[in-house]
């Protein structure tokens, strides 16, 4: 089921609260709809609320690693993203680039974030 509207935009706009808001009640319509947890996760971090977060992430799998990576990434925690971020590149054998780029992003290093999206385009890992 998708939910249309601005609602996905609303951690970016930085309304953090109302963004946690809408998707609590999406979770009450759809009570395991993972992009409505993936985004009150994603506003639990940009307050710095890592460890809630992280506690709404898939248990486990390469992409709650990743994924763990930008949440600490853009909770300012920086030492724990790149050690995590530095395993995932580290075990797997084909990385998502346009995760990695998301983490680089979050931890501040555009040009690295950069040349990851340009990977994207090029059959290069």
Do not use: C, H
Request: net charge neutral; proline share 6%.
């Amino acid at each position: 089921m998708t939910y249309p509207g601005p609602t996905p935009v609303l951690p970016v706009l930085r309304n953090y609260e109302k963004a946690i808001e809408t998707f609590r009640y999406v979770l009450i319509i759809e009570r395991g709809y993972r992009p409505a947890k993936t985004r009150i996760a994603q506003a639990y971090a940009y307050q710095g609320r890592s460890k809630e977060a992280l506690q709404l992430l898939p248990p486990i799998g390469t992409a709650r690693s990743i994924f763990a990576a930008f949440m600490y990434g853009i909770a300012e925690e920086k030492d724990e993203a790149e050690r995590i971020l530095g395993e995932y590149l580290t075990r797997s054998g084909s990385p998502e680039k346009s995760l990695v780029a998301r983490v680089y992003m979050s931890l501040g290093q555009t040009d690295l974030a950069l040349e990851w999206l340009e990977r994207m385009s090029t059959f290069e890992t």
